[in-house]
């Protein structure tokens, strides 16, 4: 841990934290449990998944994450916190802006390293800036201002952050950008009770082709069954791992994320991982999805679409396992809402509908600022209409 006690915002010392497994996790998560929904938010903002990613070898310099997490303190106690990564590249983040950065080379100027508070490779929403209070909140902000440019980034970009924080940044001045993403939410008054209730309320089109789907996969003799926390085996955990790497490699990537990292999950997080595991009429596992749930409780609020991968090809394998089997699971468990992660107007045909995420940025350059903001002016204007043109497709059947 790096401590500037030399740098201080109002009362707080101001401490930039370059190796997250040196900060207490009981100091960390206790923070964020006191955020709005924090609690149950998901395990990425645990301290267990960002100390993961980087014990890992996930999150670290060498892949263009390099930790400098800015914590605020008020005698030894941690007051507020942001994990604040300096990166060299644009990739995991989900929040494009490699158009700034080709901008910024055509006249000469750097735009790496940038300042980004993020957890990485994970596009879900939720708290990103933690702190006991909104003064804390302002001054959080302020801190990881005066990092940037004190260490001369280009700028500061707060991805997939909760209402409280964007607000919070609006009234710093950074800029608010939208994006879309497809969530699936149960019906407050009129709860889905099973699958078929959830189908019965698509339109005939959308309704037939989950039907259709569904019968390509079980005509092909694939049989799911899912498993949570603890009863996800080690032997489990490793087959996930080996379809998930043939998945990537595949489409000619590697894995972001190393088998380390879901080790750690298994070890110290195991209740928030819901696996659905795919078998050949033979028995033997061919395909799964790993899906984060919010909260360890039986009847979590929220679940999250994450990762999948597959040995064999069979035709429809990855709706089943990446959406109807999860959605099928959460409405059995009184699941509130499915997350089927970042883009994807496909989602929309398995009732998961658009909803608008946001983001926050600054740009230490004035005129860039300048341009980036009548940019982003015109984008949330095209964001709204793309929008109301999504929500006009729906696929829902109109109330009885």
């Known amino acids: 841990m790096d401590m500037d006690n030399g740098c201080s915002v109002g009362n707080y010392v ?51 994450w390099a930790p400098q997490w800015i914590t605020l303190w008020r005698d030894q106690t941690l007051h507020a916190a942001a994990p604040l990564y300096l990166k060299s590249h644009s990739y995991g983040e989900y ?47 302020q801190a990881l201002l005066d990092h940037c440019e004190t260490t001369g980034l280009s700028s500061l970009h707060l991805l997939f952050a909760q209402d409280a924080d964007t607000a919070a940044c609006a009234h710093a001045g950074l800029l608010d950008r939208q994006t879309v993403q497809f969530h699936w939410q149960q019906v407050p008054d009129r709860p889905v009770r099973d699958f078929e209730d959830f189908l019965g309320r698509l339109t005939q089109d959308k309704r037939k082709k989950i039907r259709q789907e569904r019968r390509k996969v079980a005509e092909a003799g694939v049989r799911f069954e899912h498993r949570r926390g603890r009863d996800i085996t080690a032997e489990d955990w490793d087959f996930f791992y080996r379809c998930h790497d043939r998945t990537y490699r595949e489409h ?21 991982w819901l696996l659905f595991l795919a078998r050949r009429p033979d028995g033997q596992p061919m395909a799964c999805s790993l899906v984060a749930l919010s909260d360890a409780s039986a009847r979590p609020t929220a679940a999250y679409g994450r990762y999948w991968g597959a040995l064999e090809r069979v035709d429809c394998l990855h709706f089943e396992a990446c959406y109807h089997q999860p959605l099928a699971w959460c409405i059995a ?40 903001e009548r940019y982003l002016q015109r984008e949330g204007e095209g964001v709204a209409r793309y929008l109301e043109h999504l929500e006009s497709r729906s696929p829902l059947r109109a109330p009885r």
């Open 14 to 64: 101001t401490r930039v934290v370059t190796d997250p497994g040196q900060l207490r996790a009981c100091d960390w998560d206790a923070l964020l449990d006191q955020q709005p929904g924090g609690a149950h938010s998901g395990p990425f903002m645990r301290h267990a998944y960002l100390a993961a990613l980087h014990q890992s070898g996930s999150a670290v310099p060498a892949t263009g």
């Open 95 to 141: 929040v494009f802006d490699w158009a700034w950065a080709n901008a910024y080379a055509d006249h000469g100027l750097a735009y790496y390293p940038k300042g980004v508070v993020a957890v990485p490779f994970t596009p879900v929403p939720g708290p990103r800036l933690l702190a006991v209070d909104a003064p804390a909140r302002a001054a959080l902000i």
């Open 252 to 272: 000619g990537n590697a894995p972001y994320l190393q088998p380390g990292f879901f080790a750690a999950m298994a070890r110290d997080l195991p209740e928030h």
């Open 333 to 372: 468990h009184g699941v509130q809402r499915f997350e089927g992660g970042a883009q994807g107007e496909h989602k929309m045909a398995r009732a998961l509908l658009p909803v608008a995420t946001h983001s926050a940025h600054w740009l230490a350059h004035p005129a860039f600022a300048d341009a980036v």
